[in-house]
């Protein structure tokens, strides 16, 4: 029986895009988005783009694209904006990065000029390894939300946007846990008063984005959105909000293979992930405290897959061991080796090596175009909160307090297709399909 479905407000006029930080990952989205506008490129990678839904049963044929099935905002209407703490215009960020061909680039040239970051909130004790001259001052860290607010209200007015998303693709910060400060919307204000170091810059944005009534997207894998005081602003406030972490290059891997070994029972001993990396997110993640905030993030997806509690006999103690190390040669062409112990059939061991010459950036833009439409949707259809079936697109997902994250890219897939399907009033689909021969 279909669902009734929910109300939801049509996309109409300009989306912006705001983006923390202007560096490899936002420069390529912003020329990815401009050369497939142009019918340069093709939006290889995007599911919003390219994705297709099956809706009621295996025989009816219907499989519309997804961006045709809900109203998400047409790449056509949205408007890019951006902090950084560098002055560089987008088109110079991108070409410091070197994801992008210089012939591509220059043929987005215009557009990429006229990008110029406005002045971040920052500051070097969070990510050690990184200077920049483009940083706003103020009194306390309350006046620093509050230019930002402003920002956001002016950069809304300035380019005629009906909506904004902020989506957080700056350096990734030092490990942080959860405090006192953290704790209540009314102790988070006056931390931002007393200019409180567990505040971070990133929970300063995500404040001004929240306050603004903005949703908001994490990329990094920094403790951001995820306490409880901006949890609880955002559900007061009936913004969305979702993270953390891009699940790209190792990651996406480890979250393909591992439900596949679980699924046929097959044991595991160890993996041992190494990668190379020579961007600037590889010389921030160089730094120790930077690279611990990554480290968690990466090495959580194994036990949640893998379950030991419940297979012990399969995966009680195996060794899980994540390493970066910084190599400039390589730049945003990072290289993943993954060796994996792996035992079958009375207990006789294998071993599965994976060599991935992958690009981060060229990975990761597609899930934050993805993730500004959806997010986009969201508001529009009135969620609010944690947006816990967008889990598909991050390494370390926020959920509900009590529950475990979903990390199965498979199970996140079909939570994240069966969330579309109840928006629009589709049946679920659950794969049961004994009908067929009834
Ligand atoms: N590329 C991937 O596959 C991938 C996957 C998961 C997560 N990430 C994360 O996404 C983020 C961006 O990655 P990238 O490769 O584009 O890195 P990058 O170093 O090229 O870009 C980050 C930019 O953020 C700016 N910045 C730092 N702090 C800021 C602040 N407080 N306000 C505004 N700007 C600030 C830096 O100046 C830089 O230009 C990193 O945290 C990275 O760990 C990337």
């Known amino acids: 029986m279909a669902e009734k479905g929910v109300d939801i407000a049509p996309a109409e006029g300009k989306l912006g895009v705001l983006l923390v930080g202007l560096g490899a990952v936002s420069t390529t989205l912003v020329a990815g988005v401009e ?198 602003l955002a559900e007061d406030s009936r913004v969305p909000i979702c993270g953390k972490d891009f699940k790209t290059g190792q990651t996406l891997m480890k979250t393909i293979l591992a439900p596949g070994f679980k699924a046929r029972m097959l044991g595991l001993e160890g993996w041992y992930s190494t990668n190379i990396l020579g961007n600037r997110d590889g010389e921030v993640l160089d730094d120790p405290e930077n690279f611990k905030t990554k480290e968690e993030s990466k090495l959580s997806v194994l036990e949640h897959i893998l379950q030991p509690d419940v297979y012990p006999d399969l995966y009680k103690d195996f060794s899980h061991v994540v390493r970066i190390n910084y190599y400039p040669p390589r730049g945003d062409n990072k290289e993943g080796w993954d060796n994996i112990d792996i035992f079958g059939w009375l207990g006789y061991k294998m071993q599965i090596k994976i060599d991935f010459l992958c690009r981060d950036s060229i990975l990761a833009a597609p899930l934050a175009l993805d993730l500004a439409l959806f997010m986009d949707l969201a508001q529009r259809a009135g969620m609010r909160g944690i947006q816990e079936w967008l889990s598909f697109y991050f390494k370390a997902p926020q959920h509900a307090e009590g529950l475990y994250p979903e990390h199965d890219l498979f199970i996140q897939l079909m939570k994240l297709k069966n969330t579309l399907r109840h928006l629009k009033g589709e049946e679920m689909i659950t794969h049961l399909g004994l009908e067929y021969y009834d």
Request: with cysteine; glycine share 6%; hydrophobic share 40%.
């Open 35 to 232: 050369s497939i506008k142009r019918g340069i490129s093709e939006p290889i990678g995007s599911l919003t783009q390219m994705g297709t839904i099956r809706l009621g049963k295996r025989t009816d044929n219907r499989v519309p694209k997804i961006k045709d099935f809900v109203p998400l905002a047409d790449i056509n209407d949205i408007v890019f904006g951006a902090w950084d703490i560098f002055t560089d215009t987008a088109f110079e960020a991108a070409m410091n990065a070197g994801v992008l061909d210089k012939d591509l680039l220059n043929q987005v040239s215009e557009q990429l000029s006229s990008l110029k970051p406005m002045p971040a909130v920052f500051e070097q004790n969070y990510v050690k390894r990184l200077h920049g001259e483009n940083v706003k001052t103020g009194k306390n860290k309350m006046e620093l939300a509050e230019q930002l607010i402003e920002d956001i209200a002016k950069f809304k007015s300035d380019n005629g946007c009906s909506r904004l998303v902020i989506v957080w693709a700056a350096s990734t910060e030092i490990f942080l846990e959860a405090s006192d400060v953290h704790q209540t919307i009314e102790a988070f204000e006056k931390g931002l008063y007393d200019s409180d170091p567990k505040i971070s810059p990133s929970m300063i944005y995500a404040y001004a984005a929240i306050k603004s009534a903005v949703p908001f997207a994490n990329g990094a894998p920094n403790l951001t959105a995820d306490i409880p005081a901006l949890l609880k």
